[in-house]
C-alpha cells in the first residue's frame, strides 16, 4: 500500500499565489498578529504592504477613514512626503501608508484615554433669544448655572427663540481642540429657571449628535454667486442649482437620545467611539417640552455642553486632499513620533523601526543641541506646512 506524503504547510503556503495569500492575510483581526506577520520574512511584509492591513484595521474600528483618499506624511527632521505624486514610488507609498496608519491606529486605541473636554469654541446656534446675554458661548462654563458675578443677579445659559410649535428644532454647532478627535461621549445640562413661577426646565426631549468638516467648496459670503436678501436674510435662488451647498459635510450622525426633563448634567454615550475629522459637532435638540408663562411660547434652554474624548496628536485632516479629489490624512513624523512606542509589540518581535531608533538612540549625545532647536522650531515649521498644504481650506 502506497503511502501519500501530505506536503508540509510551508509548501502549501509556497504552491498559492501572491493575492490569495493577501486574501488570506486580511482576515487577521488583532494588532499584535498583523505586527507579527510583517516581521515573519520579507516577502510577508511584502503581502502585509500590498494588503494595507493597517489601514484596514483603522477602518475596521473607524468605519469614517474611509474617506481618507491620500496620506501626508511631514517629517520634520528631513522633508514632506506627498501622497500620488509623480516622484513617489509605488513601494514608497506603501511604507509610507503602512508607517502611517500603525501609528494611527496606536494612537486611537492603545493609548490612554483621559477623560477631557474637547470643545475649543461656540461657532453658532439656529437661533438665540437675547443676544449676547444668552448666546451659545454661555455653554461653555462649567459653572454656567451661577450668576456672572456678584454684580449681576443674572444666569449664564443659552436660549433659543420662542416658538408655537414644538417640533421646532435647534441646534448648537462647536469646534474641538485638534482636526482629528475621538469622541466617546456628550454631556449637556438643560437649563432650569429658578427665577420663574415653579422652576421649569427647558429641555428638549430628544437630542442628536453630527459631527463631520466644513464644506470647502460651499462659496463665501463675499463670493458674488451668493447673493444674500437683506430683507429675510435667506440665500437667492440660482437659476443653475437648487440653492447653496450646505455649510457642513457630516461624516456621523449619532441615533436619537431621550432627553430627561431635569437639571442635571446628562451623559450621552455614543454606540462606540467615533472619529470627528475637521473639527465640527453639532447637538441638535429635537422637539420642545415647556412653554413659558409670559408669552406661551416653547423654549430650549442649555446650561452647558461638554464632549468627552481626545484628540489625536501627530495627526490632521485636510478637506480637500492633494490631488484635488478627496480628503487627506495629514501625520506630522518627527522627535514626538519617534519617542513614541511603535504598536509593533510584544517585546518578543523585532520592532520594524529597529533601525531607526538605533540611529537614534546612538546619536543622542552628539545631536542633543539640535534637537533642543528642532523643538524650539517644530511649532513654526508645523504651521508653515499645515498652511502651504491647505491653503485657504484651514
Given at each position: 500500500m502506497e503511502t501519500q506524503i501530505m506536503p508540509s504547510p510551508r509548501g502549501i503556503w509556497?504552491?498559492?499565489?501572491?493575492?490569495?495569500?493577501?486574501?488570506?492575510?486580511?482576515?487577521?483581526?488583532?494588532?499584535?498578529?498583523?505586527?507579527?506577520?510583517?516581521?515573519?520574512?520579507?516577502?510577508?511584509?511584502?503581502?502585509?504592504?500590498?494588503?494595507?492591513?493597517?489601514?484596514?484595521?483603522?477602518?475596521?474600528?473607524?468605519?469614517?477613514?474611509?474617506?481618507?483618499?491620500?496620506?501626508?506624511?511631514?517629517?520634520?527632521?528631513?522633508?514632506?512626503?506627498?501622497?500620488?505624486?509623480?516622484?513617489?514610488?509605488?513601494?514608497?507609498?506603501?511604507?509610507?501608508?503602512?508607517?502611517?496608519?500603525?501609528?494611527?491606529?496606536?494612537?486611537?486605541?492603545?493609548?490612554?484615554?483621559?477623560?477631557?473636554?474637547?470643545?475649543?469654541?461656540?461657532?453658532?446656534?439656529?437661533?438665540?433669544?437675547?443676544?449676547?446675554?444668552?448666546?451659545?458661548?454661555?455653554?461653555?462654563?462649567?459653572?454656567?448655572?451661577?450668576?456672572?458675578?456678584?454684580?449681576?443677579?443674572?444666569?449664564?445659559?443659552?436660549?433659543?427663540?420662542?416658538?408655537?410649535?414644538?417640533?421646532?428644532?435647534?441646534?448648537?454647532t462647536y469646534k474641538l481642540l485638534s482636526s482629528l478627535c475621538l469622541v466617546h461621549e456628550i454631556k449637556i445640562r438643560p437649563f432650569e429657571a429658578e427665577f420663574q413661577h415653579g422652576n421649569p426646565v427647558y429641555s428638549s426631549k430628544y437630542v442628536r449628535f453630527r459631527l463631520g468638516y466644513e464644506n470647502p467648496r460651499r462659496p463665501s459670503c463675499s463670493d458674488d454667486m451668493l447673493k444674500m436678501d437683506v430683507e429675510c436674510d435667506k440665500p437667492l435662488e440660482f437659476p443653475w442649482t437648487p440653492g447653496p451647498p450646505p455649510e457642513y459635510i457630516w461624516t456621523y450622525v449619532s441615533p436619537e437620545y431621550p432627553m430627561d426633563q431635569r437639571d442635571s448634567l446628562q451623559t450621552f454615550k455614543l454606540p462606540r467611539p467615533v472619529l470627528c475629522m475637521g473639527q465640527i459637532l453639532q447637538v441638535e435638540l429635537l422637539e420642545r417640552v415647556q412653554t413659558q408663562l409670559q408669552d406661551l411660547l416653547y423654549y430650549i434652554c442649555v446650561c452647558h455642553v461638554r464632549v468627552i474624548g481626545k484628540p489625536i496628536k501627530n495627526f490632521g485632516f485636510s478637506p480637500l486632499s492633494a490631488g484635488g479629489g478627496g480628503c487627506g490624512l495629514i501625520c506630522q513624523r518627527g522627535l514626538d513620533y519617534l519617542a513614541t512606542p511603535k504598536p509593533d509589540i510584544p517585546e518578543h518581535v523585532p520592532n520594524e523601526d529597529d533601525a531607526a531608533g538605533a540611529a537614534l538612540g546612538a546619536g543622542r549625545d552628539n545631536f542633543a543641541e539640535r534637537i533642543r532647536q528642532l523643538r524650539l522650531n517644530r511649532e513654526r515649521r508645523w504651521t508653515q506646512w499645515w498652511k502651504r498644504l491647505n491653503g485657504s481650506h484651514v
Open positions: 509556497d504552491l498559492l499565489d501572491d493575492d490569495t495569500i493577501i486574501y488570506i492575510l486580511k482576515y487577521l483581526v488583532a494588532p499584535s498578529d498583523v505586527a507579527n506577520a510583517s516581521v515573519v520574512s520579507r516577502s510577508w511584509r511584502q503581502h502585509v504592504l500590498e494588503g494595507q492591513l493597517w489601514r484596514g484595521l483603522c477602518h475596521r474600528e473607524f468605519p469614517e477613514l474611509g474617506l481618507i483618499d491620500d496620506v501626508i506624511e511631514i517629517d520634520i527632521l528631513r522633508r514632506v512626503e506627498g501622497a500620488g505624486s509623480s516622484n513617489t514610488s509605488y513601494q514608497s507609498t506603501l511604507e509610507k501608508n503602512h508607517r502611517v496608519y500603525r501609528q494611527l491606529y496606536w494612537e486611537m486605541t492603545q493609548t490612554p484615554l483621559l477623560e477631557r473636554n474637547c470643545i475649543s469654541a461656540a461657532i453658532a446656534a439656529s437661533s438665540t433669544d437675547k443676544f449676547p446675554e444668552e448666546s451659545i458661548h454661555e455653554t461653555l462654563h462649567p459653572n454656567s448655572k451661577r450668576p456672572r458675578d456678584i454684580h449681576d443677579s443674572s444666569w449664564s445659559y443659552w436660549s433659543s427663540t420662542g416658538q408655537k410649535d414644538p417640533r421646532v428644532p435647534e441646534s448648537l
